[in-house]
């Protein structure tokens, strides 16, 4: 038996593959670095999704389809009340989610691959006491989902970074969230279900909730001579640095070059402060060498979520995070639920007893 199933291959599948002694990510037989190079949303939820639904098409049909469904979801926004409202913002997404119907067609599918993109702003909005926004129908996913949110249009370099994140964390190998969705696939449940599972999953600090901690952590340390002393004492505390380590990456996360990468036009541009990267920049290096130091055995190196961190700060507020995630997230899901339904198999593993037996009669 494997504690946390480490190591353990639990499906076969045709979507992702990531390399953790190369540091490589491979996406339906393309490459992360030229997935990024200019690639949108939708681009990678065509490619994610081509011939699992029961219709093919390509990445500007998509689109179309995909902003007449953000135009259908935006109605549930008004099963937002209050109790909803109080909840932290994914909490509110998925309960919004869950009103949604459930099935394997190709409708459903596009409902929830519009939904989070539509509740996340919409939340955020009335959170702040603001009127939610509706969808634009002429805008790709991406530029929709930052208009909806402030009411402006984005900058190009804007919408290029959210495409970027997307695209990025569109889908990871066998991740928790990702097998919670084809757990619930096996049983036939349907495909709102199997994201429910999913985002459920995504929430917790160990998997999608640890990019609002690294910026926590950022602001803790404050300057970059502090990093050193700041790090190893949270380390003495017990306390793991967020944004480090993985389950099987053993080298630097392919992803977190991606992000810092997308990330450099918004510098140049001044959409981003310097100061806040150079800062990030001070915390990665000081984290890398104290790891290194205190776990030669274990080799610890940034993660996806250090430069996710402060990509999304750019562009939405930290509580949004963990919503943003699942936002892209989402097609992941989707794809490896229907990759599950198709092969029609039961998803039931075993468990061993180690519990007291019965007294003997
Ligand atoms: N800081 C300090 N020590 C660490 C860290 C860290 N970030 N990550 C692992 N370790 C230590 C850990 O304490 C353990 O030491 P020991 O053997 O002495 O107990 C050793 O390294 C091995 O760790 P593990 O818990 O067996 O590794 P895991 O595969 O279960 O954990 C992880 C992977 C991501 C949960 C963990 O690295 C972690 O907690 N990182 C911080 C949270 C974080 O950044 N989460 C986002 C993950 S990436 C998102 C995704 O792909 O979904």
């Not at 099963?79 to 109080?86: E, I, N, V």
């Not at 929709?144 to 009411?151: E, F, H, N, P």
């Not at 130091?293 to 963990?322: G, I, S, W």
């Amino acid at each position: 038996m494997k504690n946390g199933l480490e190591d353990v291959i639990a499906a076969e599948t045709q979507l992702s593959d990531v390399d953790g002694e190369a540091g490589r990510l491979i996406i339906r037989g393309v490459s992360l670095d030229q997935l990024v190079a200019g690639g949108t949303y939708e681009g990678v939820a065509a490619l994610l999704l081509d011939g699992l639904m029961e219709r093919s098409f390509d990445e500007a049909e998509l689109r179309g389809w995909l902003a007449k469904a953000r135009t259908k979801v935006f109605v549930h926004i008004e099963a937002a009340d209050a109790a909803l409202l109080a909840l932290p913002p994914v909490d509110a997404m998925r309960a919004l989610i869950a009103r949604l119907p459930d099935g394997e067609d190709f409708d459903t599918a596009l409902g929830l691959l519009a939904a989070p993109a539509v509740f996340l702003p919409a939340v955020l909005r009335l959170q702040r006491g603001q009127k939610p926004i509706a969808p634009d129908t002429a805008l790709s996913q991406a530029a929709d989902i930052l208009r909806m949110l402030t009411g402006k249009l984005p900058s190009k370099e804007q919408v290029a970074a959210l495409d970027t994140y997307l695209v990025t964390i569109s889908d990871h190998g066998l991740n928790a969230s990702t097998f919670a969705s084809r757990v619930i696939a096996s049983t036939q449940a349907g495909l709102t279900s199997s994201v429910l599972a999913a985002l459920s999953a995504l929430k917790g600090p160990l998997h999608g909730g640890a990019p609002g901690p690294v910026l926590d952590m950022l602001d803790a340390v404050g300057t970059a001579e502090n990093a050193g002393r700041w790090l190893a004492e949270a380390l003495e505390r017990g306390e793991r640095l967020m944004g480090f380590g993985h389950r099987i990456y053993r080298v630097r996360d392919p992803r977190a070059d991606a992000l810092k990468g997308a990330l450099k036009p918004l510098i140049t541009s001044g959409q981003v402060d310097s100061a806040r990267s150079a800062l990030a920049e001070a915390v990665e290096a000081a984290a890398l060498a104290i790891l290194k130091a205190r776990k030669p055995d274990r080799q610890l190196d940034v993660n996806v979520e250090f430069y996710t961190a402060l990509l999304l700060e750019a562009l939405f507020p930290r509580e949004a995070f963990t919503g943003v995630f699942a936002i892209g997230r989402t097609v992941g899901w989707l794809a490896h639920a229907r990759e599950q339904a198709l092969d029609g198999r039961l998803i039931r593993p075993r468990s061993v007893y180690v519990g007291p037996l019965p007294a003997a009669a």
